[in-house]
């Protein structure tokens, strides 16, 4: 099995910046993709950004030149760096992990608020 824990999310204002976190544990030699998402109240969860093994990334045009995704495979870590935040950012995000075989994995989510 595979497990992602996410942190970092909070209270921020607009303009400033957040860092979320999501740690995998358990099989992750399974693990090929990875990708955070986030869902706005009332909203579909919709992709942010992703970044696969060797480190190809794409983001939503909503967030592009904003966020950053990166990861540290020697720390089975993954990262979000958000900047500029705005109040439309505001959403619970979620690590996903996925597997070579299609298989998703989630963590419990983190939420993100931007006050205007």
């Known amino acids: 099995q595979v497990q992602l824990v996410e942190s970092g999310g909070g209270l921020v204002q607009a303009g400033g910046s957040l860092s979320l976190s999501c740690v995998v544990s358990?099989?992750?030699?399974?693990?090929?993709?990875m990708g955070w998402y986030r869902q706005a109240p009332g909203k579909q969860r919709e992709l942010v950004a992703a970044?696969?093994?060797?480190?190809?990334?794409n983001y939503a045009d909503s967030v592009k030149g904003r966020f950053t995704i990166s990861r540290n495979n020697t720390k089975n870590t993954m990262y979000l760096q958000m900047n500029s935040l705005k109040p439309e950012d505001t959403a619970v995000y979620y690590c996903?992990?996925?597997?070579?075989?299609?298989?998703?994995?989630w963590g419990q989510g983190t939420q993100v608020t931007v006050s205007s």
């Open positions: 970044i696969t093994s060797g480190g190809s990334t």
């Open positions: 996903n992990g996925q597997s070579y075989y299609g298989t998703d994995y």
């Open positions: 358990g099989t992750i030699f399974r693990i090929n993709r």
